[in-house]
């Protein structure tokens, strides 16, 4: 049905990076982070309350593409995070916009934690950042070694999984984590390094870089993807039983003309806030809704014309956003206009529902 | 390598199922439902979707208290609701007749026009036991004119023996399918009247029956071969009249014109010397006394040993003489035959390796600690007016040779698999 589904006026000028929703159930606010340098901040609701077109409300102009973007304590502030190695706050109501620290790399990833106010930010100078708002503007976030690059973080109520180069794949407990930031808030004034032991360390299941991670509301586990067209499900839960109910499944391929399967990375993995079901987003232009739980695909959307970047579900789950982005992954040099979109689907009730196990 | 399939058959066409609101035809029926559940039967108000329009109307009527008066997205005279349709059930019989006649114009004119555009024989020739779908017919002044014109050339050459001036004067009058073999294949010519002389009927008619004359799947046979060695010298015959039995194995039955398919090439070869007699124009297409090459072609052998074949034949100059010929193809047909026993060995060997390749992958991207946001964020567009980070840190991962190590396993595992 495509009549349910639309595309956002006035989308980036370049690739997109990340698209979040607003968690706040009642908000239809989506921020996107592009390559163009800026940071948009649409509304899908206009003046009347309908959810139409969606309109941009807002554009922040970074000094470089920007890598990342998330929602703070409420939907009137976000974070971010880009190639100008900085992490930024900025106030959507005044603009403004705060350095919170600067990495020595460009920044992948930013999350915010609502249950910690903690904002921890992944670069690829191989360290997480972490921040604590309350802690007032001066304090200089905590800074946690990482062993490769992170390339994907994602966070639960009390856990932080952080996907890395070489396929190691380490879960904080966020507790601890705030707990001992907060120490080294109050011993030194310049936060220094603070060496923290992973509440695990873990070895990719899938054999191929990691992609993105997500991790699933329920606090039960995440989902990992990688380039090579796979997406892995995993638990928390270190018991053996729990481990024996992870696994692994292809998908986004392609079978070319002589047979052989082009492979496409899982550019994006969202989980439904509300069914615990999750999307996938691949390099092949598809989007794929799954149950996790009873390992089955719910649907699949028509492919999209290009890559899909990112995916997003809105806080009340009503809404799948979805951002097409071009040439993601072979560097093409020039994105022709009018190639980058943000797809919104209305989803209905039971649509990203799981169907129950076989 | 077998003959690439161009396209459907026309059979396969009529077969295929189609949507009586929109014409638009489909691979199967339950695709051809789920498009008539999604273009036609959904209903505009809750997107539920019904089965068929009677459906549709109740569930409008009911739900939504309206009255639904015409079809979505249907052409303009098929919107009407008077007929139940679901599937193919329910197209009235003259609508169904007139699709009908609609695809097979449509089908054969396309077929024209592809021949037209690539000189390519009819789809599904080489496909032995088919005759022509519809074979193009030049007409007979054309016809005439291109053989005054031909001959005239030839006389010009000085080439050519008297046989073969006679040749096309009986062939004149009957026309022989595909144009682009009439001017090399002054010898098919001799064949074609006679062996064609019972089609034409049968050209015109629809074709199903592949068994029927078997004259037709010789003039099909031939012309993909002139085509394909034409360019070459006459010598190529002897190799390329086995060909297209080779690389259509399951045609055997369609053989009894072989004898004299095989033979017709033969007199060719000896263009210059007049040692072997080339077989009487217009006489029946009887099996000629002459020596059986196609039976070296006989083995299944894929088309690229057959051509190898061919080269072989073609590049030795000393070629154009009956009998020393005759030695040294048998010689070369010899060797030929090894190396179609070996290249069948092979083949039969290759043959799970295909299999395994068919499990091949090819990815997109493709690095082990160099994302593509990193990769891209290289790009000079997206440079940042700041110091550059230094290269050894993006790069000095210790853990990262043991990974390359690990995929490396994974790669020498899948090959050896075979």
């Given at each position: 049905?495509?009549?349910?589904?639309?595309?956002?006026?006035?989308?980036?000028?370049?690739?997109?990076?990340?698209?979040?929703?607003?968690?706040?159930?009642?908000?239809?606010?989506?921020?996107?982070?592009?390559?163009?340098?800026?940071?948009?901040?649409?509304?899908?609701?206009?003046?009347?309350?309908?959810?139409?077109?969606?309109?941009?409300?807002?554009?922040?102009?970074?000094?470089?593409?920007?890598?990342?973007?998330?929602?703070?304590?409420?939907?009137?502030?976000?974070?971010?995070?880009?190639?100008?190695?900085?992490?930024?706050?900025?106030?959507?109501?005044?603009?403004?916009?705060?350095?919170?620290?600067?990495?020595?790399?460009?920044?992948?990833?930013?999350?915010?934690?609502?249950?910690?106010?903690?904002?921890?930010?992944?670069?690829?100078?191989?360290?997480?950042?972490?921040?604590?708002?309350?802690?007032?503007?001066?304090?200089?976030?905590?800074?946690?070694?990482?062993?490769?690059?992170?390339?994907?973080?994602?966070?639960?109520?009390?856990?932080?999984?952080?996907?890395?180069?070489?396929?190691?794949?380490?879960?904080?407990?966020?507790?601890?984590?705030?707990?001992?930031?907060?120490?080294?808030?109050?011993?030194?004034?310049?936060?220094?390094?603070?060496?923290?032991?992973?509440?695990?360390?873990?070895?990719?299941?899938?054999?191929?870089?990691?992609?993105?991670?997500?991790?699933?509301?329920?606090?039960?586990?995440?989902?990992?993807?990688?380039?090579?067209?796979?997406?892995?499900?995993?638990?928390?839960?270190?018991?053996?039983?729990?481990?024996?109910?992870?696994?692994?499944?292809?998908?986004?391929?392609?079978?070319?003309?002589?047979?052989?399967?082009?492979?496409?990375?899982?550019?994006?993995?969202?989980?439904?806030?509300?069914?615990?079901?999750?999307?996938?987003?691949?390099?092949?232009?598809?989007?794929?809704?799954?149950?996790?739980?009873?390992?089955?695909?719910?649907?699949?959307?028509?492919?999209?014309?290009?890559?899909?970047?990112?995916?997003?579900?809105?806080?009340?789950?009503?809404?799948?956003?979805?951002?097409?982005?071009?040439?993601?992954?072979?560097?093409?040099?020039?994105?022709?206009?009018?190639?980058?979109?943000?797809?919104?689907?209305?989803?209905?009730?039971?649509?990203?529902?799981?169907?129950?196990?076989? | 390598?077998?003959?690439?399939?161009?396209?459907?058959?026309?059979?396969?066409?009529?077969?295929?199922?189609?949507?009586?609101?929109c014409e638009r035809d489909f691979d199967d029926l339950k695709i051809l439902t789920l498009h008539q559940k999604a273009k036609h039967f959904k209903?505009?108000?809750?997107?539920?979707?019904?089965?068929?329009?009677?459906?549709?109307?109740?569930?409008?009527?009911?739900?939504?208290?309206?009255?639904?008066?015409?079809?979505?997205?249907?052409?303009?005279?098929?919107?009407?609701?008077?007929?139940?349709?679901?599937?193919?059930?329910?197209?009235?019989?003259?609508?169904?007749?007139?699709?009908?006649?609609?695809?097979?114009?449509?089908?054969?004119?396309?077929?024209?026009?592809?021949?037209?555009?690539?000189?390519?024989?009819?789809?599904?020739?080489?496909?032995?036991?088919?005759?022509?779908?519809?074979?193009?017919?030049?007409?007979?002044?054309?016809?005439?004119?291109?053989?005054?014109?031909?001959?005239?050339?030839?006389?010009?050459?000085?080439?050519?023996?008297?046989?073969?001036?006679?040749?096309?004067?009986?062939?004149?009058?009957?026309?022989?399918?595909?144009?682009?073999?009439?001017?090399?294949?002054?010898?098919?010519?001799?064949?074609?009247?006679?062996?064609?002389?019972?089609?034409?009927?049968?050209?015109?008619?629809?074709?199903?029956?592949?068994?029927?004359?078997?004259?037709?799947?010789?003039?099909?046979?031939?012309?993909?071969?002139?085509?394909?060695?034409?360019?070459?010298?006459?010598?190529?015959?002897?190799?390329?009249?086995?060909?297209?039995?080779?690389?259509?194995?399951?045609?055997?039955?369609?053989?009894?014109?072989?004898?004299?398919?095989?033979?017709?090439?033969?007199?060719?070869?000896?263009?210059?010397?007049?040692?072997?007699?080339?077989?009487?124009?217009?006489?029946?297409?009887?099996?000629?006394?002459?020596?059986?090459?196609?039976?070296?072609?006989?083995?299944?052998?894929?088309?690229?040993?057959?051509?190898?074949?061919?080269?072989?034949?073609?590049?030795?100059?000393?070629?154009?003489?009956?009998?020393?010929?005759?030695?040294?193809?048998?010689?070369?047909?010899?060797?030929?035959?090894?190396?179609?026993?070996?290249?069948?060995?092979?083949?039969?060997?290759?043959?799970?390796?295909?299999?395994?390749?068919?499990?091949?992958?090819?990815?997109?991207?493709?690095?082990?600690?160099?994302?593509?946001?990193?990769?891209?964020?290289?790009?000079?567009?997206?440079?940042?007016?700041?110091?550059?980070?230094?290269?050894?840190?993006?790069?000095?991962?210790?853990?990262?040779?043991?990974?390359?190590?690990?995929?490396?396993?994974?790669?020498?595992?899948?090959?050896?698999?075979?």
């Open positions: 049905m495509s009549s349910n589904q639309f595309t956002v006026a006035s989308p980036p000028t370049d690739a997109i990076s990340a698209l979040k929703f607003s968690p706040d159930p009642n908000s239809t606010r989506i921020v996107v982070s592009s390559w163009d340098k800026n940071v948009y901040l649409y509304d899908l609701r206009d003046e009347n309350g309908t959810v139409g077109e969606g309109k941009l409300l807002q554009k922040f102009e970074h000094r470089a593409p920007v890598l990342d973007v998330c929602f703070g304590d409420n939907e009137n502030e976000i974070y971010t995070a880009g190639l100008d190695w900085d992490v930024r706050k900025i106030d959507l109501n005044t603009s403004e916009q705060t350095v919170l620290s600067s990495h020595e790399a460009g920044v992948r990833n930013v999350v915010y934690s609502p249950e910690h106010k903690l904002i921890i930010s992944g670069s690829w100078d191989s360290t997480l950042h972490v921040h604590r708002p309350d802690a007032g503007t001066n304090s200089a976030p905590a800074i946690i070694p990482l062993p490769s690059k992170p390339f994907s973080i994602s966070l639960t109520a009390t856990k932080l999984v952080v996907a890395m180069a070489s396929r190691s794949l380490h879960i904080y407990d966020l507790k601890a984590l705030a707990l001992l930031t907060a120490q080294a808030d109050s011993e030194s004034l310049d936060g220094n390094k603070v060496e923290i032991e992973p509440w695990q360390r873990r070895e990719s299941s899938l054999k191929f870089m990691t992609r993105c991670v997500a991790c699933m509301p329920d606090d039960a586990g995440y989902a990992s993807s990688s380039i090579e067209g796979r997406v892995a499900v995993e638990w928390f839960d270190p018991s053996p039983e729990s481990q024996a109910r992870k696994y692994a499944f292809k998908c986004h391929r392609q079978t070319a003309e002589d047979g052989v399967d082009v492979v496409y990375p899982v550019n994006a993995l969202a989980f439904h806030p509300v069914h615990g079901t999750f999307a996938s987003g691949g390099g092949d232009g598809v989007v794929a809704l799954w149950d996790g739980i009873a390992k089955r695909r719910i649907r699949q959307y028509q492919k999209y014309p290009s890559s899909v970047a990112a995916v997003g579900f809105s806080g009340n789950g009503k809404y799948l956003a979805i951002g097409v982005s071009p040439g993601f992954e072979d560097g093409q040099d020039d994105v022709p206009e009018g190639v980058v979109k943000i797809f919104v689907r209305e989803l209905g009730e039971t649509e990203a529902k799981g169907k129950g196990a076989k | 390598m077998g003959k690439k399939r161009r396209g459907p058959s026309l059979d396969e066409l009529m077969a295929r199922p189609w949507c009586y609101y209903c505009d108000k809750c997107g539920r979707r019904l089965n068929t329009a009677g459906g549709l109307s109740v569930h409008m009527s009911q739900v939504h208290k309206e009255q639904l008066t015409e079809i979505e997205n249907a052409l303009p005279n098929r919107a009407g609701l008077d007929v139940e349709i679901f599937g193919m059930e329910g197209v009235p019989e003259d609508v169904l007749l007139a699709h009908q006649q609609r695809v097979a114009a449509q089908f054969h004119q396309a077929e024209a026009e592809r021949q037209a555009a690539t000189g390519n024989p009819p789809a599904g020739s080489g496909m032995g036991g088919q005759p022509a779908k519809k074979p193009k017919l030049e007409d007979m002044s054309e016809m005439k004119r291109r053989l005054a014109e031909h001959r005239a050339k030839k006389a010009e050459a000085g080439t050519g023996g008297s046989s073969r001036e006679a040749t096309p004067a009986s062939s004149g009058p009957t026309a022989p399918p595909a144009p682009q073999f009439v001017p090399k294949a002054d010898n098919a010519y001799g064949q074609t009247p006679a062996a064609s002389a019972p089609v034409p009927p049968q050209q015109y008619s629809y074709p199903q029956p592949y068994g029927g004359a078997p004259a037709a799947p010789y003039q099909q046979v031939a012309s993909p071969v002139y085509q394909t060695f034409s360019p070459a010298s006459g010598q190529q015959f002897p190799g390329a009249a086995p060909y297209p039995p080779a690389g259509y194995p399951p045609q055997m039955p369609a053989y009894p014109p072989t004898p004299g398919y095989g033979a017709s090439p033969f007199p060719q070869q000896p263009t210059s010397t007049e040692s072997t007699p080339p077989p009487r124009p217009g006489s029946i297409p009887a099996p000629s006394g002459l020596p059986q090459r196609p039976h070296f072609g006989a083995p299944a052998v894929n088309a690229q040993q057959m051509q190898q074949m061919h080269m072989g034949h073609a590049v030795p100059p000393a070629q154009g003489h009956g009998n020393g010929d005759a030695n040294q193809t048998t010689g070369q047909v010899i060797s030929s035959v090894n190396d179609l026993i070996s290249g069948a060995a092979k083949d039969a060997a290759e043959k799970p390796t295909k299999k395994e390749k068919s499990k091949a992958t090819r990815m997109i991207y493709l690095h082990d600690t160099i994302s593509p946001e990193e990769k891209m964020s290289q790009l000079p567009r997206y440079a940042v007016a700041r110091p550059q980070f230094p290269e050894h840190t993006v790069l000095g991962n210790g853990p990262d040779a043991a990974v390359v190590g690990t995929i490396r396993d994974s790669d020498t595992v899948l090959d050896p698999a075979h």
